[in-house]
């Protein structure tokens, strides 16, 4: 049977207005979240990512621990969602972007967020009071970018020059997980594994001397691929604590 005009702009209209609910339903998800408190709002510096000082105010302290699966034994560390909590009469669209810092979940709850993200969600500061009493609420998320520039590493404070090298990434700034490391030793031309040691903290015995490169490989969806310096990320002589900026970005 032939479509009439009429009835073809109709379906032509019906999928449009319906397109917005099917990208909806592919990019977000339905949980729980609830909070936890510190002192000052904000981020815990003993976060399972290994983050230290770090976890407690990057983003302006609007951070989460987030559930097993989101957490994804530390390659979900650093990740930016954006949850919107669901009680029409209190919270706003835009919800609160957090990042994650920590793994951990209650019954049914994909995030505890710290108090200043959750707070966030309301649609006016004023209203913040409401939404606490409540523990648990029902929200929606999905993964979004978190828009920094260029990968940074830090010398974890247990590294030693002579022995022993830790280290954590950040500012990942895009939708991929991190999921290996390798440093390059100049002297063999080889690229050496690092172990993932616990979060986001990678580790290796006995570290190559002199100026080292890195690469890493990250994982988006089902894709894989590495991603490797130009140029000495980690020079000679390094120090525990220490903070360099390498040449990567994760669009």
């Known amino acids: 049977m032939a479509i009439s005009f009429n009835n073809c702009s109709t379906f032509m209209i019906c999928i449009i207005l319906l397109l917005p609910a099917f990208s909806f ?3 977000n998800y339905y949980s729980k979240a609830t909070f936890y408190k510190t002192s000052d709002g904000k981020g815990t510096p003993t976060g399972a990512c290994g983050y230290g000082e770090h976890g407690r105010y990057v983003n302006d302290g609007l951070v989460t621990s987030a559930s097993w699966k989101l957490y994804k034994n530390g390659a979900g560390c650093g990740a930016c969602y954006q949850v919107r909590c669901k009680d029409e009469a209190l919270c706003s669209n835009e919800g609160v972007k957090v990042v994650v810092t920590d793994s951990g979940e209650g019954p049914g709850t994909n995030f505890i967020l710290s108090s200043d993200a959750f707070a966030k969600m309301v649609y006016h500061p004023k209203l913040a009071h409401k939404l606490f009493p409540k523990g648990v609420v029902d929200v929606d998320y999905k993964r979004v970018s978190c828009k920094y520039g260029n990968l940074k590493i830090k010398i974890n404070e247990h590294s030693n020059y002579h022995g022993y090298l830790a280290i954590f990434l950040f500012n990942n700034g895009g939708y991929a997980d991190i999921i290996a490391i390798e440093i390059y030793d100049v002297k063999s031309y080889k690229w050496i594994p690092m172990r993932r040691s616990y979060g986001a903290v990678f580790d290796l015995a006995n570290p190559p001397k002199g100026d080292l ?35 990567i970005q994760i669009p």
């Open 25 to 27: 339903g592919t990019e």
């Open 213 to 247: 490169k890195i690469k890493i490989q990250i994982k988006e969806g089902e894709k894989t691929k590495w991603i490797h310096s130009d140029k000495t990320v980690i020079p000679n002589y390094w120090k525990p604590g220490s903070i360099y900026e390498t040449d």
